[in-house]
């Protein structure tokens, strides 16, 4: 062979050897990454080419279905049950604009395309069934779901409500809400109602419950008054506080004011909570410091995500200056809270003082509906030793006996809880935020913690409170926990 052939021949193997390198680079290397990303529109055609696998409540009750398309090359579409009440659960799953929470993170499952389900497909090939999704059943409680989204009606707010002995998500409900139905097919008339969706100044499409921080105002006292009692600063709840009457903030001239003429100088714990007392808190805030208060409030989880699986937004107590520190005690300054936390906040006073990892999805099934996944609760932390969770058991039921909270009563039940008042707004120029967390008790312990928001900014300023808004949607929540356990 000649000088210029060998040359040739060379230069074409090294050709053929690239190719066969790069052809086996993506056979074997990205061929995972390439086969699932959403850009490629065949994954998509693929997870819409059979019937996608259903969300459960209550145990066994589908609030998700497909339905057969013929207007594209998607075979089936997406649908929804009381699609606004669940969308805060479920999420979206669109063939155009992919998908959202439940039906994001299980996707797999749903699709019938998670390793939990090689077993069933690998059968599906021999027997010749048709391909099939597997379930996902979740700890909702469909009676308080729909209680706390009718309660809320159309009103800005959430609610979140666990079973404070396991950690189970019994309602998680978010308004404004969207109808995933509406953008979960391919057409122009799916865009629109995406595009408008997208634009709406409300933000129906945020899951207020999880994904949104608000001051807890005075429900944050609930932690404070447990870092009094976990600390030592006091430990006889009836017993006079070192609380004086204006609380000046330290290293300034402002005064700390309480709201209107209410009685507060020296006032015990019991009574400094049923009247909701800022010059107590703020001063047990600022005698403590800052670093104790952030320890605190981390123990009930502040200051990390959590994960449901859904990821909620995390929850602040700020590190700051003392005069700051102080606001946060109330509940107020940098201090921002999820009604998510603030729910893991009632819940782990009401078991006495164990906080359970919250979590919605109880069970993974296949399509026989055999069980592949089912979840253990876990502790995530103790806040407080149980002697100390009985004392704040018993203050937060005397706000509701007695106190503030009085509209959150239900006959021939122990009910605890604190409501909160949050300003917000510079200068706290607009509406503050009316909110309240509760917990009922009955002969077999404690079956739902509930933590409630409410943004009413139409409401007329004098008429917002959290005794006032929030505490009748908490009441309705828990009776229809209690109710659906007979």
């Not at 997870?47 to 279905?65: F, L, M, P, Q, W």
């Not at 921002?336 to 109880?362: E, H, I």
């Amino acid at each position: 062979m000649n000088k210029p052939l060998r040359r040739i021949a060379i230069f074409c193997g090294v050709l053929i050897f690239a190719l066969l390198a790069r052809t086996n680079y993506l056979q074997y290397v990205k061929a995972d990454e390439l086969n699932t990303r959403d850009e490629n529109r065949r994954v998509r055609i693929e997870r819409y080419a059979h019937e996608r696998g259903n969300i459960i409540v209550d145990g066994g009750k589908s609030i998700t279905g497909s339905t057969e398309t013929t207007s594209s090359d998607f075979k089936y579409k997406r649908v929804w049950q009381d699609g606004p009440m669940w969308a805060p659960v479920t999420g979206y799953s669109s063939q155009a604009f992919d998908a959202s929470q439940l039906e994001k993170i299980e996707d797999g499952i749903l699709t019938g395309n998670d390793d939990q389900l090689f077993f069933d497909r690998t059968m599906s090939m021999f027997t010749g069934e048709k391909k099939q999704g597997g379930n996902v059943v979740t700890t909702l409680n469909s009676a308080a779901q729909k209680a706390a989204f009718e309660g809320l009606g159309n009103k800005k707010g959430a609610v979140a409500a666990l079973d404070p002995q396991t950690g189970a998500i019994l309602a998680l409900a978010s308004t404004p809400s969207y109808d995933p139905s509406t953008f979960a097919g391919n057409s122009d008339k799916d865009s629109k109602a995406w595009q408008k969706l997208q634009k709406d100044k409300d933000k129906p499409m945020l899951n207020r419950a999880l994904r949104e921080t608000y001051p807890p105002g005075s429900t944050f006292k609930i932690v404070t008054a447990a870092a009094a009692l976990e600390n030592g600063l006091y430990t006889d709840i009836d017993a006079k506080t070192k609380s004086p009457v204006p609380f000046r903030l330290p290293q300034t001239t402002q005064d700390l004011p309480n709201e209107g003429s209410i009685q507060c100088e020296n006032v015990p714990l019991r009574e400094a909570l049923r009247i909701s007392c800022n010059t107590v808190f703020g001063k047990i805030s600022d005698d403590l410091g800052n670093q104790k208060m952030i320890d605190q409030a981390n123990k009930f989880g502040f200051n990390k995500d959590v994960f449901t699986p859904v990821r909620a937004t995390e929850s602040v107590y700020p590190k700051d200056n003392p005069p700051q520190n102080a606001m946060a005690g109330i509940g107020q300054a940098s201090n921002r809270a999820t009604p998510l936390q603030m729910a893991m906040v009632a819940s782990a006073v009401a078991n006495d003082g164990k906080l359970m990892q919250p979590y919605m999805v109880a069970k993974r099934q296949s399509p026989g509906l055999d069980d592949i996944y089912t979840h253990e609760p876990e502790q995530l932390s103790q806040p407080l030793s149980a002697e100390n969770a009985q004392k704040l058991q018993e203050m937060m039921k005397t706000v509701v006996e007695s106190g503030t909270g009085s509209n959150a009563k239900i006959q021939g039940v122990t009910v605890g809880g604190k409501t909160g008042t949050a300003q917000h707004g510079l200068g706290n120029s607009e509406n503050p935020y009316a909110w309240f967390i509760s917990y009922a008790k009955t002969d077999s312990g404690s079956p739902v913690a509930v933590a409630v928001v409410v943004e009413d900014s139409k409401a007329t300023r004098d008429d917002i409170s959290g005794g006032g808004l929030a505490a009748p949607i908490a009441k309705r929540v828990m009776q229809a926990v209690i109710d659906s356990k007979k």
